[in-house]
């Protein structure tokens, strides 16, 4: 079974500046990893994933997350973040096996202030 | 269809009655995919179609919620006897067969009251 914790519900930071979504994720078997956005009545959209090769991976407006396999991690970062960032950001994880079983945490609201 | 389209949007019913959600997948899409997400909460996944067929039923919570997908196409989540906990939104994505993307609709906010 996989599980995914988000370690921060809520984070409040100022515009253009610096900001990293946490998402620790537990498997027994080799996952793909992904992250979610939902913005203010929308539905969920994929930002990124993870699914083999560079462990790097970014988004086209400028998150990005690195796979560290050794601390089962996958965190979401963004150098300078802006006003429409404000959103709710889900991190999820499937099993390469089971692609359509996607396990989400509870997210993180992002709000970004002028 | 440009997007997956749920509907209704909003559904409020008397708790112990029967209500059926609609999700109209992307065209072309093969696997389709029910998640339920409480207030606080992600996404918790319920079932998985490849086509017609469940592939993996396994998040369904009792037997009160079943899901059908006669034509490959449209599917309906169907749940009875009502219980105020079954409150919640309920999503729906589908993705090609190949593609681990999961494209979602806006969901349907159920209401049990």
């Known amino acids: 079974a996989q599980s995914v914790t988000q370690l921060d519900s809520q984070v409040p930071v100022f515009e253009e500046a610096p900001v990293e979504l946490r998402c620790n994720y537990s498997?027994?078997?080799?996952?793909?990893l992904f992250w979610y956005v939902q913005y203010p009545n929308q539905g969920l959209q994929l930002l990124l994933k993870?699914?083999?090769?560079?462990?790097l991976v970014e988004s086209i407006n400028g998150f990005e997350a690195e796979f560290n396999k050794s601390q089962t991690s996958f965190h979401l970062r963004k150098p300078s973040v802006h006003i429409s960032d404000t959103a709710e950001y889900f991190c999820?994880?499937?099993?390469?096996?089971?692609?359509?079983?996607?396990?989400f945490g509870k997210g993180t609201k992002l709000s970004v202030k002028p | 269809g440009a997007g997956v389209s749920q509907t209704p949007s909003n559904k409020v019913t008397e708790k112990g009655k029967y209500v059926e959600l609609r999700c109209d997948p992307i065209?072309?899409?093969?696997?389709l995919y029910w998640y339920r997400q409480s207030l606080g909460q992600g996404p918790e996944f319920l079932i998985y179609?490849?086509?017609?067929?469940?592939?993996?039923d396994s998040g369904l919570p009792n037997d009160r919620f079943f899901a059908v997908r006669p034509e490959g196409s449209v599917s309906t989540l169907k749940i009875q006897r009502t219980e105020r906990g079954d409150s919640a939104v309920y999503l729906c994505?589908?993705?090609?067969?190949?593609?681990?993307?999961?494209?979602f609709g806006q969901g349907t906010r159920l209401t049990v009251v």
């Open positions: 498997s027994s078997v080799s996952v793909y």
């Open positions: 999820a994880v499937s099993s390469t096996g089971s692609q359509g079983n996607l396990i």
């Open positions: 065209s072309g899409h093969t696997a």
């Open positions: 993870y699914l083999s090769g560079s462990t």
């Open positions: 179609f490849q086509g017609t067929g469940a592939a993996d």
């Open positions: 994505a589908s993705s090609t067969q190949e593609n681990t993307e999961a494209f």
